[in-house]
DNA sequence: GGACCTCTACTCGGATAGGAGATGTCCGAGTCTGACTGG
DNA sequence: CCAGTCAGACTCGGACATCTCCTATCCGAGTAGAGGTCC
């Protein structure tokens, strides 16, 4: 019994800056009372000692974001970040895609088109290839599913799960720091 | 006008193996006659050279199907790789685990328990995050439609779309090479 | 002639390099605040 | 007292390292078959 010490294989991951952002966008909303007209910048500095992450690495993950049209960001010396929409109008989809970019996850190489293939008549390949659909089918649900998820909603979902977070929070940033 | 000269931002991108992995079990079925009891194993060579791919490479990636219980491959002078099941009992879900891994796509690191968050009560967090269970939903979405697409399905639509195309890769095969 | 043995050619499997992309850090351009100065 | 000016400190934005993981290659263990040899 020889135990083989295969090692185990690599995964697709999605960027951690994904899940940075979607909670900053969250913290943000709390921060400025739901009303981004209102709400005054925060920091770069001050988000990430919300969640314990790096400032200058988390300064990077948000500017995709303002790209987008999510945030805004305002420089000076009272700057920060602020929202540019309201949450129900951002989607989880929107966050993704700002990040990881419009791509598709699966990318089709065409590999079909060399080797055996190559003396076909292009017109073999005007119908595009059976895996790629598939694929292109499987990743439309979830990027479906994900457009169909607004902030707004998972905001929802956690003053539910967790009721009074959200004061404690805020009080938390008020005051100074212990 | 200054146009920025900002770099594209990463996509996250499922490993080319996939792509590699699923085209070799449709051409081993053709080559199999579509009987996988009765198929003789073709070589990482024959099939690298249908597709224009470096053997070498190839075999690692078909490595994965083997433990996953798709393929079976055999040692020797005449050995190569086999379908171990029928392509109806293939989904594109199988391929994708195979060699992307089990894990999910979106990794959670709670970053909800550090910073601001670290001195609530543990009871806080035996709810899982928003944001996580969100993305699982999308998430399974996306598995659900890959499961839900068998690779027998898939060379259907492309032997529709390309009628005649069996044949002349078959006999491509038969033929030494010119 | 037939069975056995050896030898070779060929296969997969995993260990080993190389490169791209994500992760992490740093410094400069810009700007808002606040105080200072002069009227 | 008030308006204008200026210095300062703090902000984001992008350029610069570091590190993990995907891509790619190579060599060894093992096997099936061919051929020779002996009975």
Redesign the interface.
């Given at each position: 019994m020889h135990e083989t010490g295969?090692t185990?294989?690599?995964?697709?991951?999605?960027?951690?800056g994904?899940?940075?952002a979607?909670?900053c966008c969250?913290l943000l909303d709390w921060m400025g009372r739901g009303d981004p007209e209102t709400a005054e910048p925060v920091s770069t500095a001050r988000l990430?000692?919300?969640?314990?992450?790096p400032p200058a690495y988390l300064n990077k993950q948000l500017q995709?974001l303002v790209?987008a049209g999510i945030l805004t960001s305002t420089a000076g010396k009272k700057g920060g970040f602020r929202l540019a929409k309201r949450l129900a109008d951002i989607t989880?989809m929107d966050v993704l895609t700002a990040?990881?970019?419009p791509?598709e996850?699966?990318?089709?190489?065409e590999?079909?088109q060399?080797?055996?293939?190559?003396d076909?008549p292009a017109s073999?390949f005007r119908?595009p290839?059976?895996?790629d659909?598939?694929?292109r089918?499987?990743?439309l649900?979830?990027?479906?599913?994900?457009a169909a998820?607004t902030l707004a909603?998972?905001?929802a979902?956690?003053e539910l799960?967790?009721p009074g977070?959200r004061t404690?929070?805020l009080d938390?940033?008020a005051h100074p720091r212990t």
């Amino acid at each position: 019994m020889h135990e083989t010490g295969t090692t185990i294989i690599g995964i697709m991951r999605i960027s951690e800056g994904v899940e940075w952002a979607a909670h900053c966008c969250l913290l943000l909303d709390w921060m400025g009372r739901g009303d981004p007209e209102t709400a005054e910048p925060v920091s770069t500095a001050r988000l990430a000692a919300g969640y314990g992450l790096p400032p200058a690495y988390l300064n990077k993950q948000l500017q995709p974001l303002v790209k987008a049209g999510i945030l805004t960001s305002t420089a000076g010396k009272k700057g920060g970040f602020r929202l540019a929409k309201r949450l129900a109008d951002i989607t989880l989809m929107d966050v993704l895609t700002a990040i990881e970019g419009p791509d598709e996850a699966f990318q089709c190489a065409e590999i079909r088109q060399h080797g055996v293939w190559a003396d076909e008549p292009a017109s073999v390949f005007r119908a595009p290839c059976a895996i790629d659909t598939a694929m292109r089918t499987a990743e439309l649900e979830w990027r479906r599913a994900l457009a169909a998820q607004t902030l707004a909603a998972i905001q929802a979902n956690a003053e539910l799960q967790a009721p009074g977070l959200r004061t404690q929070v805020l009080d938390w940033y008020a005051h100074p720091r212990t």
